[in-house]
């Protein structure tokens, strides 16, 4: 079970918030939930502070994200990505390919 709460906020920044694991299970619905946010220009900020596990199938919606946005000439900043998920991105080479931030502020700052 995954939660995803999408809001816009200030400067077109759009925030999303995912809780839980993003897994085989969950994936088609998070992308279902974010592909669409890749408009032209977009500013993304994923926070992924209460997501403890990813798979392969969270990995592969992330790039698609990614491609797609940069495709468009947006943003995608990932926010609060625990130790592991961060060991994971790392080891498979996601965290060249993404801004990460500690926090939302500062996550904010990166996409300004």
């Not at 709460?5 to 809780?19: A, C, F, Q, S």
């Not at 592909?35 to 997501?51: D, R």
Request: charged share 20%; net charge negative; with cysteine.
């Amino acid at each position: 079970m995954i939660q995803i709460d999408i809001n816009t906020v200030v400067e077109n920044i759009t925030v999303v918030e995912l809780t839980g694991d993003i897994d085989a299970s969950t994936a088609p619905k998070v992308s279902e939930e974010i592909l669409p946010l890749a408009t032209p220009g977009c500013k993304i900020l994923i926070n992924m502070s209460n997501v403890p596990y990813m798979s392969s199938a969270g990995l592969r919606t992330l790039l698609s994200l990614y491609r797609q946005t940069t495709a468009k000439e947006g943003k995608v900043v990932l926010v609060g990505l625990s130790e592991e998920l961060q060991d994971t991105m790392s080891v498979t080479g996601f965290l060249d390919f993404f801004a990460t931030a500690e926090n939302v502020e500062s996550g904010m700052a990166t996409l300004n």
